[in-house]
């Protein structure tokens, strides 16, 4: 159990601008630091629904995750693998941070900032023998608007799902 301290604690950088919505999550985890950073970075692990690329879109041999690289995802909103229950979209991002010494990573999209500017930070924190993971995006501009009206509440528990999903895989393998 974390104690007081540990609550008041973040690894998440503070937030660089204001945005229409934010969207987070934060779970304990009961597994050691480097155990959880390995599996969030595992991103040949995450198949299709995730790869690093080129600026054309194209998977790149090596997919470790390193700041000014693309990202393409294939996400749903709802969070689920069914095509039927849910839309697949796909968004590109540029890798922002992956950070193995602060345990932090983060990309924002790749649109235009006056329609939209998204940044998303993961970051994990050690609570004795486990850990803390934390996410935090930031939506601002117009198309901001339109992503809280349509998609927050599908995001959130996207968010959600990713926590429990780390944790999950995190404490079986512990």
Same mark, same amino acid.
Do not use: W
């Given at each position: 159990?974390?104690?007081?301290? =540990?609550?008041?604690?973040?690894?998440?950088p503070p937030q660089t601008y204001e945005g229409v919505f934010t969207m987070a999550v934060s779970c304990d985890i009961d597994a050691p630091i480097e155990t959880v950073w390995d599996i969030l970075t595992d991103f040949p692990k995450y198949g299709?629904?995730?790869q690093i690329t080129d600026a054309a879109r194209r998977p790149l041999a090596d997919q470790t995750p390193a700041a000014g690289q693309h990202l393409l995802?294939? +996400?749903?909103?709802?969070?689920?693998? =069914? =095509?039927?229950r849910a839309k697949r979209t796909a968004t590109f991002e540029r890798i922002l941070a992956c950070d193995p010494?602060?345990?932090?990573l983060a990309w924002a999209v790749l649109l235009p900032a006056w329609f939209l500017r998204a940044e998303r930070w993961q970051a994990l924190s050690a609570l004795g023998g486990g850990t803390r993971y934390e996410s935090?995006? +930031?939506?601002?501009?117009?198309?901001?608007?339109?992503?809280?009206?349509?998609?927050r509440?599908?995001?959130?528990?996207?968010?959600?799902?990713?926590? =429990?999903?780390?944790?999950?895989?995190?404490?079986?393998?512990?």
């Open positions: 159990m974390p104690s007081e301290s =540990d609550a008041a604690t973040t690894n998440l299709e629904c995730q995802m294939h +996400v749903h909103i709802l969070p689920t693998l =069914d =095509d039927a010494a602060a345990r932090r935090r995006e +930031v939506f601002a501009g117009p198309g901001a608007y339109l992503i809280r009206m349509m998609m509440r599908g995001l959130q528990e996207s968010f959600d799902a990713m926590a =429990d999903a780390l944790k999950a895989r995190a404490e079986g393998q512990h």
